[in-house]
């Protein structure tokens, strides 16, 4: 009965075949849903390469806690970290606990968590201004950031603005001024965007500069330890710039599809349906936001922002739904990766972060430069 | 199918100064006139990239500004005259893009719209390169990738920005055939900017001549496209005849100094 079924089946799909015989010399298009082996991205791919790079992530910071001078084995890292979340004692040295739970992991964490705001703004930055060569840094948002950072810093007492809000203005003022200057009525307009970016960077460092060298010298000192770049400086802060970062990344995810689309330029993204006035608002904000977060508690470390988001998408294609959550977690994982190897490398002393970002960064960035033009 | 009345535009100075035009369901408008005559920014006024200073667009009966963008980029699909794609695109990941208006924000492309995206590529024959690279592409190629991408929509109108520019004699006539055959099978209506004069008489119901942001003329082919409509638009001396094969008005240049150059060089 069921051979009899299977037979007729059969013969329905040939009979099928045959009548659409004149489409048989049409190529076949192999893209549906149920397909596999196409590139396009789809929901099921989009969750397993997150998942993936999740557990990579938590691997790496795990690892990462683990090394230093004071060494611990990953197992009794995961035990300090479950002790301390469920409020039991681990059957580990006290002091031990208190360099896992007080010292490293605050610091892996913010490694983390600034990773991943470098990271996307950067995937936001690029798409934003169709340049794949567009960074934070590279923009001169970072040093805007720092500036605004260290106006409050050395203004405490008369500006009662926090160093985050101060770093977050200096970096949407920054990529306001940067765009208005790398306008022209003429196309092309990219490379002149990445040429204000430099110019107004380098304005805006030499400012920080004059103002760290005329600072009264207590404030020069905290401001100098901090423009160096330092991860565990400001681990109290870890809460609130955590939410500000996953706010800002949570407001480009929701825009991703449209940023797909202005991708491939303003008026084809208007006359596809994009509210690109809203949309560019949206994201040059968040962007601005996270940017600003990240460089108030880490200093302007450079090229994240635009290493990650190209590795990604060279990997999996440039559709932002999948670049901008890839982004932050491999951006996430690279600076854990490089704030290891910043506090390991010539221990006792620790190397400047930025020093290791810009050394994998500035080749990747002429290899680009190259690529592009 | 799609009203302009009275389109008034200007840049530093005026683009365009009263411009209307009306087109029906199934009809195929060609848009002609010399550089600067104003023809993109008519063209970016219909698709509601610019807003016009006065006048009014109106699409199946609804004015322009009262549809939201989403909507209206449901009824137009258009084709710009040039665009970058800077960053690793495959051709049906574009294509996919004309289906955007149809989607949920975050949401991932259903079968429905793989289904419009694969009727969209082959009706461009584009099915091929699906999965390159759009940047890899020939000019050819990409050109019939984008306006994939304006079909995919399903449109009611489509607007055209020199789809030919940049093509060869074949793919030009194989692009406005294709154009031609959507008007008729699918009963979608084309504005189509160019400068073949020759290919416009062939394949367009209408013809509008557009001059300095002014209409000069606008009705069938062998009606407007003649010696004196043409010469004052264009500022070129024309020959206009009749194409033995098919009937259409044939357009040849006869520029005087031209001519005298080339008797000299042929002695």
Redesign the interface.
């Given at each position: 009965m069921e051979r009899q079924k299977a037979k007729s089946k059969m013969q329905n799909a040939k009979g099928a075949a045959a009548a659409s015989s004149p489409d048989s010399l049409r190529p076949p298009f192999p893209f549906h849903q149920s397909s596999s082996g196409s590139s396009r991205l789809t929901s099921k791919r989009l969750i397993v390469t997150l998942a993936a790079l999740f557990a990579l992530l938590i691997l790496i910071a795990a690892v990462a806690t683990a090394i230093g001078s004071e060494k611990v084995d990953v197992l009794s890292v995961l035990r300090i970290i479950s002790s301390r979340m469920t409020g039991t004692v681990a059957d580990v040295p006290a002091e031990q606990a208190i360099i896992i739970a007080d010292i490293r992991l605050p610091r892996v964490l913010m490694a983390v968590v600034v990773g991943a705001a470098l990271a996307v703004a950067g995937a936001a930055y690029q798409a934003l201004l169709r340049n794949p060569l567009a960074d934070p840094a590279i923009l001169g948002v970072s040093s805007g950031a720092a500036l605004g950072a260290i106006v409050a810093t050395v203004f405490a007492e008369s500006l009662p603005v926090s160093r985050p809000v101060a770093a977050f203005i200096g970096a949407l003022a920054t990529i306001a001024v940067v765009y208005a200057l790398g306008q022209s009525r003429h196309r092309g307009g990219s490379e002149r965007l990445i040429l204000a970016g430099v110019i107004v960077n380098a304005l805006l460092s030499s400012i920080v500069i004059f103002m760290v060298t005329t600072a009264a010298g207590s404030r020069q000192r905290s401001v100098l330890s901090w423009l160096i770049g330092d991860l565990g400086g400001e681990t109290s802060l870890l809460p609130i710039v955590a939410l500000l970062i996953a706010t800002g990344i949570a407001a480009i995810l929701l825009n991703a599809r449209s940023l797909n689309l202005l991708m491939t330029g303003e008026e084809d993204a208007l006359a596809l349906g994009v509210e690109v006035g809203r949309v560019k608002l949206a994201v040059y904000l968040a962007a601005s936001l996270i940017t600003g977060a990240a460089v108030a508690v880490s200093g302007a470390i450079g090229f994240v922002g635009l290493i990650i988001p190209h590795a990604v998408r060279l990997a999996g294609g440039s559709d932002n739904r999948l670049v901008v959550p890839a982004s932050a977690l491999v951006g996430g994982a690279f600076l854990v990766l490089a704030d290891t190897i910043a506090r390991t490398a010539i221990a006792p002393r620790e190397l400047h972060i930025g020093v290791i970002t810009s050394m994998v960064g500035a080749p990747v960035f002429i290899y680009l430069l190259r690529r592009t033009s | 199918m799609l009203q302009a009345r009275d389109i008034r535009f200007s840049y530093s100075g005026p683009v365009l100064k009263g411009v209307s035009l009306d087109v029906g369901g199934g009809e195929l408008l060609c848009v002609l006139g010399p550089n600067g005559s104003g023809k993109s920014t008519l063209l970016?006024i219909i698709?509601?990239?610019l807003d016009p200073e006065s006048g009014a667009v109106s699409i199946a009966g609804r004015e322009l500004s009262s549809i939201k963008?989403?909507?209206?980029?449901?009824l137009?699909g258009?084709v710009?005259q040039e665009?970058?794609?800077?960053?690793?695109?495959?051709a049906?990941?574009?294509v996919?893009?004309?289906r955007?208006?149809q989607?949920r924000?975050?949401?991932?492309e259903?079968?429905r719209d793989?289904r419009e995206a694969?009727w969209a590529?082959?009706m461009t024959e584009t099915?091929?390169f699906?999965?390159r690279l759009v940047s890899e592409l020939s000019g050819g190629e990409r050109q019939r990738v984008m306006l994939a991408?304006a079909i995919a929509?399903r449109p009611r109108l489509l607007v055209l920005d020199e789809p030919v520019a940049n093509l060869d004699v074949s793919h030009q006539v194989k692009m406005l055939d294709l154009v031609r055959r959507l008007t008729i099978d699918e009963s979608l209506s084309a504005i189509v900017v160019t400068h073949e004069l020759n290919l416009a008489a062939e394949f367009a119901s209408r013809v509008l001549l557009l001059k300095s942001g002014e209409v000069v003329a606008c009705g069938a082919p062998r009606e407007v496209m003649t010696e004196a409509n043409l010469e004052t638009v264009f500022d070129a001396q024309l020959l206009v005849d009749e194409n033995p094969s098919s009937g259409a008005p044939r357009i040849t240049l006869i520029n005087p100094q031209i001519s005298a150059i080339s008797r000299q060089v042929k002695g």
């Open positions: - | 970016k698709v509601g990239i963008r989403r909507e209206r980029a449901q137009v258009y710009a665009s970058v794609v800077r960053f690793p695109l495959t049906l990941e574009f996919l893009q004309g955007f208006a989607g924000l975050l949401g991932f259903s079968e793989l694969e590529m082959r099915v091929r699906a999965s991408r929509s």
